[in-house]
């Protein structure tokens, strides 16, 4: 039986991302809008901001700047 040639390189399903590079859009959101786009409850939401390193939040800010979102991205990791 004759060996078939073995392909040089190996393809991979997935492309890994640099961990700079978001595929979600930074822009002005609303906390609601992160929340539901985190997948929680907004109380749990704001419980997981609290953790944000450097995250500069006024205590009755509803709209998240764009540094602040690339912030939560890098800590919480982008929402699916």
Same mark, same amino acid.
């Given at each position: %039986?004759?060996? %078939?040639?073995?392909?040089?390189?190996? =393809?991979? %399903?997935?492309?890994?991302?640099?961990?700079?590079?978001? @595929?979600?859009? @930074?822009?002005?959101?609303?906390?609601?809008?992160?929340?539901? %786009?985190?997948?929680?409850?907004?109380?749990? =939401?704001?419980?997981?901001?609290?953790?944000?390193?450097?995250?500069?939040?006024?205590?009755?800010?509803? @709209?998240?700047?764009?540094?602040?979102?690339?912030?939560? =991205?890098?800590?919480?990791?982008?929402?699916?």
């Amino acid at each position: %039986m004759e060996q %078939m040639e073995q392909p040089e390189q190996v =393809f991979h %399903m997935f492309q890994t991302v640099p961990h700079n590079i978001y @595929i979600m859009k @930074i822009k002005v959101y609303s906390k609601t809008e992160l929340s539901r %786009m985190y997948n929680v409850h907004y109380d749990t =939401f704001k419980k997981w901001l609290k953790n944000v390193p450097d995250l500069d939040l006024k205590p009755a800010q509803r @709209i998240l700047t764009p540094k602040q979102v690339e912030k939560i =991205f890098k800590h919480l990791g982008e929402p699916d």
